[in-house]
């Protein structure tokens, strides 16, 4: 193409919420002189963001999207969408999907997760094996025996129905004595990881408990930077890493991977937003050496489900066996039904 062509012209960003859920997510679109057209997806971005992002990539060569990170260092949530949408732009431009212009694959499908919150038959049905079960939230800290015999029987009612592989989500809400008890009382049930167990602020509490029991620990979905998984990894604390899509994009999780790849840490992207974020965890995935499994929204509303399925023209988010396969079209795979965006979503100013 000629040099002009895939110069940013244009971007866009609508609102997005799931009728029955309230899920929330913001999709982005960035344009190019040639009509060449990215996509990409965070939590939110407010119009005064987009007002700031605008100039900061009006002009720029669509392909430069390391340089581009950088500049909008001080505007995470739109950063992260913004790369995402030009690896996109990078992907049609050389006719290839993401993983392999970042050098993949690494394989050819995609260990499954999903978030479980109900019953696990219909996870199951959907093709699911491995399921992440968020523990009763607790009245207070140091719950006590009582607490943890709740935790055991949801989980022994969960393998009596079939469920294989389950990861515990503390949602960084117990104190570190609770963490500590669930991790021991636990530890026949062989879970994936115990994720976010108890606050990352108390790094001396978690190197304890990482030194006293064998059930892996996931950390890190709402860290913002790098650095914040440096100490985890240091002290020898940390079995998986949790980086979230809607946070970083791509390019800065594969830097974060390749952080705890040198510790022989798993990654294991955090994402809870819409189909366009998954179909860029699974390109993510395959230029991972380091991947995990990765979790993938399962909503229960049949509405929700369906406005999700017309958001994209490809299914993008179909399980199989426990496992997704990767979109193999040009950038992400998929292509955005803007049509659906405007049934659903509302422009971002």
């Known amino acids: 193409m000629a040099g002009t062509e895939i110069f940013i012209e244009d971007l866009r960003a609508w609102a997005v919420r799931e009728p029955v859920s309230r899920r929330a997510y913001t999709i982005l679109r960035i344009r190019t002189r040639s009509g060449l057209a990215g996509y990409g997806e965070c939590a939110g971005i407010t119009a005064a963001e987009l007002a700031r992002a605008r100039p900061l990539l009006l002009g720029q060569p669509a392909t430069a999207y390391e340089v581009l990170d950088r500049r909008l260092a001080e505007l995470p949530n739109a950063r992260a969408a913004v790369n995402v949408a030009l690896l996109d732009i990078a992907g049609k431009f050389a006719r290839a999907p993401i993983f392999q212009v970042l050098g993949g694959p690494t394989r ?126 240091r002290e020898d604390a940390v079995d998986v890493i949790r980086p979230s899509l809607a946070r970083h994009g791509i390019s800065p999780i594969r830097k974060m991977a390749a952080l705890a790849e040198a510790y022989y840490v798993a990654v294991a992207p955090y994402h809870d937003g819409g189909p366009v974020a998954t179909a860029a965890a699974l390109q993510l995935a395959a230029s991972l050496p380091n991947f995990f499994i990765q979790q993938i929204p399962l909503p229960e509303a049949e509405e929700d489900r369906k406005m999700r399925a017309e958001l994209t023209s490809q299914p993008v988010e179909l399980v199989k066996d426990g496992f997704a396969a990767l979109p193999t079209g040009p950038g992400l795979g998929i292509t955005v039904n803007e049509e659906a965006l405007k049934k659903y979503g509302e422009a971002v100013a």
């Open 108 to 233: 050819h499908k995609a260990r499954a997760m999903t978030a479980l919150t109900g019953a696990s038959d219909a996870a199951r049905a959907a093709g699911f094996r491995a399921f992440v079960v968020p523990v009763p939230p607790p009245a207070a800290p140091n719950q006590g025996q009582a607490f943890v015999n709740a935790v055991r029987r949801r989980l022994e009612a969960l393998r009596a129905a079939g469920a294989e592989d389950l990861v515990l989500d503390g949602g960084g809400l117990l104190s570190p004595g609770d963490a500590a008890g669930l991790a021991s009382a636990l530890e026949r049930f062989h879970l994936l990881w115990f994720d976010e167990p108890c606050a990352t602020s108390a790094l001396g509490a978690i190197r304890k408990l990482a030194a006293e029991n064998v059930t892996p620990l996931g950390f890190g979905r709402n860290a913002r930077q790098a650095s914040e998984f440096q100490d985890l990894l």
